[in-house]
C-alpha cells in the first residue's frame, strides 16, 4: 500500500526528496514481512543499532584521546577519571564491541541454521561477511589505542603473522607498522583507520538492506512467501517486536557496563605498554579466540595463518557446498544434529583459543578445527545430497494458521 501523508510539509519534502515513502519501505507498513519470524530475527536490527552506539560513544572519546605512544594511556585514563561521563563512554565502547559480536554471532548462527544463505540471498550474505571482516579489524585496532600491554603484544602478534608469507612478508609487515616495529606510526594509522571503518560498515549495512528488501526475510520454515496471506507489515508488528527485543538486550548490555565492565577485558591492558616486557600469555579479546585457537593448532605458521583467514572465507562458499533443496534445519533430521556438533565446535575453539597451546587445549582445538572445516566441506555437501527432508508445509500461512501444527510426518519435534 502507497505511503498516504496528511500533513502539508511531510507531503512538501516527499515530493522532492522521497524520504518517507523509502522508510515506509524499508522499516515501515509499506514493507510486507513473513509474519512467521522468530526472536532470532530481532538480532539484525539489534545489530544496527549497536553500530550506532559505538559510533556515538567512539566519536565522544575521540575528543578527549591522544594518539601518541607517550600520551594514549594517559589520555584514556583521563578519560575514565576526570571528563565528566567519560567512564560511561568508555565502558559503553568496549563493552559495547563484546555486545556487538555477541549479537553479530548470534545472527550468522541464525542464518546457518535457517540458510538464509541459500539462493536468492548470497549476495546478502555475501556482505555480511564483508561487514564481519570490516567489523574485525575495527576492533582490533581500537583495542591497540589505549596502549597497555595487550594492546601492544595483540597487535605485535597479530601483524606479525604477515611474515609467514614467503617473500612478500616481512615488507607487509613494514609497512604495516610504518617502521621497524610496532610504535607511534602504528598507533596513528590505527587510531585514523578505527575512526574511519564504522563508516564504511555504515556504508555496508545500507547494501546488506538493501540486498535483504529485494526478496525479504527468510523465515524460519524456509519456504518463501507465496502472498500478502504469508505477510504482515513490518511496522507496527515488528517494530514493536524489535524494541522488545532491545529492551531485553538493554538490560543485558546495562549488567556488563554497570556491574562487570572489566570482565571482557584484560587486567594487562591496564598496565602501560611496555616493549621491553612480554607477558606471560598473549590473549586477544573473547571474540577472536576461536580464530586463535585455530592458528594456533596447526604447527605451522603459514599453515596456522592460511587455515585462520580460511576459517572466514570459507563462508563465502555455503550457498554452493550445501546441496540440500530445504533450507530451514528443522526439516533437516540429520543436518539439525551436525549444526549443534558444529555450534560446539566453536564453543570448543573458544575456550581452548583462552588457553595455553599445550596439553588438552590443543588437542581440542585441533579436534575442532578438523570439524569446522570438515563440516562445511564434507557434512553440509554431504547430508544435502542423501539426507530425506521432512515435509515441506505448503506455505508459510498453513502452519501459522494451523495453530502451530505442520503436516503429517513434519513431526514438530525439535527447534523451531
Ligand atoms: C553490522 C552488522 C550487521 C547488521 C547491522 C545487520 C543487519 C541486518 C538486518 C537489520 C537484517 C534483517 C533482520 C534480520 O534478519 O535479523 C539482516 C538480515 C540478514 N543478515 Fe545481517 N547484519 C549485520 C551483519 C551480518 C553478518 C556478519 C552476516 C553473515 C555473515 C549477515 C547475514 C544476514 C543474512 C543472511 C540476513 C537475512 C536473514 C534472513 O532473512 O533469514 N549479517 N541483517
Redesign the pocket.
Known amino acids: 500500500m502507497a505511503l498516504q501523508l496528511q500533513n502539508p510539509i511531510l507531503k512538501w519534502i516527499e515530493y522532492r526528496l522521497p524520504v518517507f515513502s523509502t522508510i515506509d519501505h524499508m522499516v515501515g507498513s509499506g514493507y510486507p514481512t513473513p509474519k512467521n519470524l522468530n526472536y532470532l ?5 539489534l ?2 543499532i549497536v ?1 550506532v552506539v559505538q559510533i556515538v560513544t567512539g566519536i565522544v572519546l575521540a575528543m578527549h584521546y591522544t594518539p601518541h605512544t607517550s600520551l594514549a594511556f594517559d589520555s584514556v585514563e583521563h578519560i575514565m577519571r576526570d571528563v565528566n561521563y567519560g567512564w560511561l563512554m568508555r565502558y559503553l565502547h568496549a563493552n559495547g564491541a563484546s555486545m556487538f559480536f555477541v549479537v ?1 554471532y548470534i ?2 548462527f ?2 546457518l541454521y ?1 540458510g ?2 541459500k539462493t536468492p ?1 548470497e549476495l ?2 555475501f556482505i ?2 564483508i ?2 571482516l570490516a ?1 574485525m579489524a575495527t576492533a582490533f585496532m581500537g583495542y591497540v589505542l589505549p596502549w597497555g600491554q595487550m594492546s601492544f603484544w595483540g597487535a605485535t602478534v597479530i601483524t606479525n603473522l604477515f611474515s609467514a608469507f614467503p617473500f612478500i612478508g616481512d615488507p607487509i609487515v613494514t609497512w604495516l607498522w610504518g617502521g621497524f616495529a610496532v610504535d607511534n606510526p602504528t598507533l596513528n594509522r590505527f587510531f585514523s583507520l578505527h575512526f574511519l571503518l564504522p563508516f564504511v ?1 555504515v556504508g555496508l ?1 545500507m547494501l ?2 538493501l540486498a ?1 528488501h529485494q526478496h525479504g ?3 524460519p520454515l524456509g519456504v518463501e512467501k507465496k502472498g500478502p496471506q504469508d505477510t504482515i507489515p513490518f511496522h507496527p508488528y515488528y517494530t514493536v517486536k524489535d524494541l522488545f527485543g532491545l529492551g531485553v538486550f538493554l538490560i543485558f548490555f546495562a549488567y556488563w557496563v554497570f556491574f562487570n565492565p572489566n570482565y571482557l577485558g584484560h587486567p594487562d591492558n591496564y598496565i602501560p605498554a611496555n616493549p621491553l616486557v612480554t607477558p606471560a600469555h598473549i590473549v586477544p579479546e573473547w571474540y577472536f579466540l576461536p580464530f586463535y585457537a585455530i592458528l594456533r593448532a596447526v604447527p605451522d605458521k603459514l599453515g596456522g595463518v592460511l587455515l585462520m583467514f580460511g576459517a572466514i572465507l570459507i ?1 563465502f562458499l555455503l550457498p554452493w557446498l550445501d546441496t540440500s533443496r530445504v533450507k530451514s534445519s528443522r526439516f533437516r533430521p540429520i543436518y539439525k544434529q551436525f549444526y549443534w556438533v558444529f555450534v560446539l565446535a566453536c564453543i570448543g575453539l573458544l575456550w581452548a583459543g583462552g588457553q595455553p597451546p599445550e596439553g588438552l587445549p590443543l588437542y581440542l582445538s585441533r579436534v575442532c578445527t578438523v570439524y569446522y572445516f570438515a563440516h562445511f566441506l564434507v557434512v553440509m555437501p554431504l547430508v544435502g545430497w542423501f539426507e530425506r527432508p521432512r515435509p515441506l508445509p505448503a506455505s508459510i500461512s498453513e502452519p501459522v494458521l494451523g495453530g502451530g501444527k505442520l503436516p503429517a510426518g513434519a513431526a514438530a519435534r525439535g527447534t523451531h
Not at 530475527?41 to 536490527?45: H, L, T, V
Open positions: 530475527w530481532n538480532f539484525g536490527s545489530a544496527g553500530l553479530v545472527h550468522i541464525r542464518g535457517y538464509s544463505y540471498r546478502l550474505w555480511g561477511i561487514i564481519l567489523m560498515i549495512v546488506h538492506l535483504l526475510s527468510n523465515n563462508l
